[in-house]
């Protein structure tokens, strides 16, 4: 006897449309730790990263009759996800910016104890990327932090893969040119 | 996959190194046996790329994993999801529709009632629009009522022809000049003296049958009004007989 596969998110989201709601708390189950980190790589704060999290869920409960079940949940989700985070940078940059010293400081949540300078690496990568525009951190987040590939990036970003391919490109040179700067020309990563 | 990868220059490789993450392995392969060829300074990026890379991986791995801030994170969802559902239950079109239609009433009857008003020149000048309206009706209506003038009456009017010597006399019925003794007709004393005044009046018009006489518009005047007019002027516009000069009467 074999045993039932899980259903798939297009399924889970059918179900929900006919008022399944275990069928949606399983969809945010599934895909929160994702989505989170997302918002967490463009915010760059906790509090932040959560709300956006949660509000992304909402619209996506919301809007839920509209979805095309031959995309990707995922794809709609982060699209969304990545809006919110995009509108609250901007929301932060009207309020007057943000510390910088406090982007520099990235926990560790995970189990293993990691060394001194591997945390004051992140530390630094961290800062740099907050210094970045949205849209090339955008990339650099769903590509190098989250290895989304490049095409789902462009639909997630509504974008040609050929733009995504450019705008990484873009988001490295940019990424060297800052730790440069901050750091210092000629500083490698793992020197300091 | 055959996508034509030839770093020929710096910034092309530059261009190509991102494909180092997240790219086919393939392409991979191709930018590191290019970058075996590459100069000093292309390979001295490539590293510092790489190193970046490195970077972001060891950043990445800290952006993984269960956070404790999303601990019970399904459950808010689902509890603010069961909110907005049970609001939007509670409200049934009905309320909804009559909701709408007491905001309606509301904003109406706080609605500023506009009357018409109008300030004191406004008043004004629609008096005076009114008075200039019937005055120009007036003029209009009493110039269909007056005679047709006679063709070509108007042309005429402007010539002030001269009248023939031998009816004057006849036509005003007045006395001649009597010519001063010592004086040739002609000279400047011989003439009448002007009176102060007489230049600033109008010539009288030509018209048909009736004459200029003495610059007063053509029309006899009054014999009574006009022995009262001149007695009355005569001290200002007159000046005193000089010796030998005597009043001429017309």
Known sequence: ?192 | MSSSIEPNSASELERILPLLSGGEPEEEQRVRALLALASADEQALAEAYEADEQALAAYAETQQGDHPIMLGFADSVMAQIATEQTAAASTSPEQVLAHAESLEDEARSQAPILRPSFSGVQTLMAMAALFLGALGLAILFSAEDAPAAKRGSGVVAEVVEPIPAKEQPAALDVEAPAKPEGLAEGSPEFATPARPGARSRRAPRGRPGIVPVDGRGGQQANPMLDALMRGWQRPSRVPPLAEGEREVKF
């Open chain 1, 1 to 192: 006897m074999s045993r039932a596969q899980a259903p798939t998110d297009s399924e889970l989201v059918l179900a929900a449309l006919d008022g399944d709601s275990e069928s949606f708390r399983t969809l945010v189950e599934r895909h929160q730790k994702r989505a989170f980190w997302v918002a967490r790589g463009m915010l760059h704060n906790d509090e932040d990263a959560r709300d956006v999290t949660q509000e992304a869920f909402i619209r996506v409960h919301r809007s839920l009759a509209r979805f095309d079940t031959k995309l990707k949940f995922t794809t709609w989700l982060h699209q969304i996800v990545v809006n919110l985070s995009i509108d609250s940078i901007r929301k932060r940059k009207r309020r007057g910016g943000v510390d910088l010293d406090s982007v520099g400081e990235v926990e560790d949540h995970r189990d293993v104890q990691d060394p001194v300078e591997q945390q004051e690496l992140t530390g630094r990568v961290a800062r740099i990327l907050e210094e970045l525009p949205p849209k090339y951190k955008t990339i650099m987040v769903l590509s190098d932090l989250q290895g989304i590939g490049a095409k789902q990036i462009a639909e997630i970003t509504g974008t040609t893969h050929a733009t995504v391919r450019w705008r990484h490109h873009r988001a490295r040179k940019l990424f060297r040119e800052a730790w440069e700067r901050v750091y210092g020309k000629g500083s490698h990563v793992f020197e300091h």
